[in-house]
C-alpha cells in the first residue's frame, strides 16, 4: 500500500558485506554496517507492523519478513520504527538498508527507488461504523462527508483522485493509521479508507466495531524498498524471497498474519 517516499552508486558484490567490515568500509557495499541489516518500518499498521501489549516488541508480517529476509542473507536483523512521513527520507540519508513497511510499488516511487519483487498484493477498501447512518456503501458516494486516511498512502493517492474527478468530502488524513480508525469509533470521521488487508484485520476482531461495506481489486502490490542504486541488495532480497516461498516461509507469515495464504499466487 501504505506508503510515498539518493545516491552513491553500488559497485561492491554481494560477497563483500559478509566479510564483517566496519562501517566506513562497507560505504560502497550491500548494507551500511557490514553483517546487520537495518529496516525500516512505521511499526503503526497492523497485521503488518505493530507492537505487542508491552509496547516494545515489534509484530506483524513484515516484521517477521524483515528478519526471515536477513536470515536468508545471513544478517542480523535491525528493525528501526520511523513515522511514516519521514520514512522514504530515512532512506535516502542512510538511516537504513531498505524499508519493509507494506510500501506498494508505483511507478513514482520506483523511479526514485530499487523496489523488489511484489510479495503480497493489496487494494483499497471503505469501512463503517456499525449501525452508522451513512448509507454509502462506495468511495464515490461519500460526497459531504468526513473521510479518514493515511496521509501520503495509497488511499490518499485513490482519494485524491476521486477529488480531482468531482466527489467533495471532507479529507481528514492521518499520519498513524490507527488514529484514523479510532475516530471512525468515536465518531470523529465518518468513514475510513484503508488497504483492504489492513481493514479485514480490524473488522474480523473480536467484538469489532466495523464493517466493510466495499473492497477493491487487488491490484497494488508490496515491494521492499532500497535506496536508488543499490542493486545488489535488491538482488540479494530478490533471491531471499525467492527462497522463502519455496520453504513455505511466506506462507506460515501469511497464516499467521492474517488466517489465509495471500502469498503464494503471487510469490509464482
Not at 528478519?67 to 522514504?88: M, R, T
Not at 532512506?91 to 506498494?104: E, F, M, N, W
Not at 511484489?118 to 473521510?147: D, H
Request: negative net charge.
Amino acid at each position: 500500500m501504505k506508503r510515498l517516499f539518493g545516491a552513491v552508486l553500488i559497485t561492491a558484490v554481494i560477497a563483500a558485506c559478509f566479510t564483517g567490515c566496519s562501517k566506513k568500509e562497507t560505504a560502497s557495499g550491500m548494507t551500511l554496517e557490514g553483517k546487520t541489516l537495518k529496516i525500516g518500518v512505521n511499526i503503526a499498521y497492523p497485521p503488518f507492523e505493530y507492537y505487542d501489549s508491552d509496547g516494545k516488541t515489534p509484530l506483524g508480517f513484515d516484521v517477521g519478513l524483515g528478519k526471515a529476509v536477513a536470515a536468508k542473507l545471513g544478517l542480523e536483523p535491525d528493525i528501526i520504527d520511523v513515522a511514516w512521513e519521514g520514512i522514504f527520507a530515512g532512506l535516502d540519508t542512510d538511516k537504513y538498508d531498505c524499508v519493509i513497511s507494506a510500501v506498494t510499488i508505483t511507478d513514482e516511487r520506483t523511479a526514485a527507488y530499487e523496489f523488489s519483487k511484489p510479495y503480497i498484493g493489496n487494494g483499497q477498501s471503505m469501512i463503517l461504523l456499525k449501525n452508522s447512518n451513512v448509507t454509502a456503501k462506495t468511495p464515490q458516494e461519500l460526497g459531504g462527508l468526513k473521510v479518514g486516511y493515511l496521509t501520503e498512502s495509497t488511499s490518499d493517492i485513490f482519494m485524491t483522485k476521486l477529488a480531482k474527478d468531482g466527489l467533495k468530502f471532507e479529507a481528514d488524513e492521518y499520519d498513524d493509521e490507527m488514529n484514523a480508525f479510532a475516530d471512525l469509533k468515536v465518531g470523529r470521521c465518518d468513514a475510513v479508507i484503508s488497504d483492504s488487508l489492513v481493514a479485514t484485520d480490524y473488522v474480523n476482531k473480536p467484538d469489532s466495531p466495523f464493517v466493510l461495506v466495499w473492497k477493491g481489486p487487488a491490484e497494488e502490490y508490496f515491494g521492499i524498498a532500497c535506496k536508488k542504486g543499490n542493486t545488489a541488495l535488491r538482488d540479494a532480497i530478490n533471491k531471499a524471497l525467492d527462497g522463502l516461498a519455496a520453504d513455505g516461509t511466506l506462507k506460515d507469515l501469511s497464516m499467521k498474519n492474517f488466517g489465509i495464504d495471500i502469498v503464494s499466487n503471487i510469490s509464482k
